[in-house]
């Protein structure tokens, strides 16, 4: 799935490496003319989109770690079974379904239990 923010980084950090290119560019003709005060421009120039482009890919980090989930550590048995049901996640319903006598080797990936997972969502967000 696209994430619209991280394109529209990658469009802007192709926007700098292009400005850039072109400051270099310019920078090379001013040095063949011997253009100092010209040369100075595109200098700042090239420091200041390299400085664009590092607070790009701080904030691109920033925003990349907010959209992990945070990992949780193992919970022992006693919290795992306190648990209100509207704070389990995968594994909590993976042991909870061990628990049975009919599924005590299932195993996270099986195809049934991610398609009884999908069916029980589908039938809470009707209200079931």
């Known amino acids: 799935m696209s994430d619209f923010y991280q394109d529209s980084a990658q469009r802007r950090l192709q926007q700098l490496n292009a400005n850039r290119a072109a400051a270099l560019a310019d920078l090379e003709a001013h040095r063949l003319n011997a253009d ?12 200041d989109l390299d400085v664009a482009r590092q607070n790009l890919v701080d904030l691109h980090q920033r925003y990349t770690q907010s959209q992990q ?12 079974h306190a648990r209100p049901w509207t704070r389990m996640d995968w594994n909590d319903v993976v042991e909870l379904t061990r628990g049975s006598k009919w599924a005590k080797d ?6 049934n239990m991610i398609a009884g997972w999908h069916e029980a969502q589908r039938r809470r967000s009707r209200g079931e």
């Open 36 to 47: 100092h005060d010209a040369a100075a421009e595109c200098i700042q120039q090239i420091a």
């Open 69 to 80: 989930t945070p990992r949780q550590l193992d919970a022992g048995p006693e919290e795992r």
């Open 106 to 111: 299932i195993r996270p990936d099986d195809p």
